[in-house]
């Protein structure tokens, strides 16, 4: 398995401007001492970070401190094309921290032609049928503002049983039963240390595929830190 590219934000000197005191303007607020909009990125995903930070390599923003100083994955669903990975891969090899070279490489890309598979008509029928009556599926999302929340750990436990998960970059996760645990009840669990744990009760035999986990974030990380990121 491919290892996941990632980024980290820091604001290394924490602009000392009220967000208070700035004034609303679209996407943020207008800061009169510095002259440009500062971005409220508090409500954003993981994901829609990360995507917004690739594309604006340099910028200032109001972040939640959650949302600093650790890994962020760089979302990969999507994204598998050849002309994809090669602006991603300009992007990481210049780095966040380079406005002028992180502009994408403009010439054009080679052309490249791969033979694709085919499927037979039985086997895309008996694809299109799979038993998903042991798979438990589900997203999380943040209890106040409805957004998913990605890369939140989860533990599914039963009798003498224990397996863990993440949920992905749209929150979502996926947990398969074993066969000897199909006629028992399991308990799944999330486990974030900015959100309050939630548990849940997966009565035997009941598999849903439409869970929804909503966490109350706690209060501690509420303070911003406005400033530019590089």
Known sequence: MAKRKSINITVPKPCHEKW???????????CSSCNKTVVDFSNFTDKELVEYILKHPRGCGSFD????????IIPTENNNSFFSKALLGTALFA????????QANKESLPFIQV???TISSETANKNSIQDTSHVVKGTVVNSKTKRPLGY???????????????TDSAGNFT???????????????TNDSWYHKRKETVKAGKHPTDMVLALKQKHHWRTRTVGAYF
Request: glycine share 4%.
């Open 20 to 30: 208070s005191k700035m004034t609303p303007d679209g996407s943020g607020r207008y």
């Open 65 to 72: 401190n959650r949302q600093l100083n650790r890994t962020l």
């Open 95 to 102: 780095g966040i921290a380079s406005h002028s070279e992180a």
């Open 115 to 117: 033979p694709v598979p």
């Open 152 to 166: 939140v750990s989860l533990t599914m436990k039963a009798a003498n049983y224990t397996t863990t998960t993440e």
């Open 175 to 189: 947990f398969y039963i074993p066969e000897n645990l199909r006629k028992e009840t399991v308990t799944i669990e």
